[in-house]
């Protein structure tokens, strides 16, 4: 990732009023790669994806990215839910994206 990529995460986090892409809520918004970043190196991942690819993401709020590295580890992330609609297709994320969406919003943008 280019340091203007990382200027322009760094300005998108600190943005308020977007809507995670999980939940739904309107606060502040993390990155979550499709593919995590700790997999772009193995060899695997380096012969099967493009770098675009690789660097493919989510914004989702705080709440929700715990909850989706919570339930899985890097190589099942990588392996199974490299896309919205799988990770949206989890029972058990779905429960955990449905309980973060009834959850209040502290402060303006948090």
């Not at 499709?34 to 993401?57: C, D, Q, T």
């Not at 914004?59 to 990215?65: G, K, T």
């Not at 909850?67 to 990588?78: N, P, Q, V």
Request: proline fraction near 2%; glycine fraction near 6%.
């Amino acid at each position: 990732m280019s340091e203007t990529d990382r200027e322009t995460n760094r300005e998108t986090d600190r943005e308020t009023g977007s809507c995670c892409a999980t939940c739904g809520r309107r606060t502040r918004l993390t990155f979550h790669h499709l593919i995590p970043r700790k997999m772009h190196r193995r060899a695997y991942f380096r012969r099967n994806f493009s770098r675009e690819e690789l660097n493919r993401g989510i914004r989702v709020c705080r709440s929700c990215h715990t909850g989706i590295h919570r339930s899985f580890d890097e190589m099942t992330l990588a392996k199974h839910y490299a896309s919205l609609e799988t990770l949206l297709a989890d029972e058990r994320l779905a429960r955990h994206f449905a309980w973060v969406a009834r959850q209040k919003v502290s402060g303006p943008g948090t």
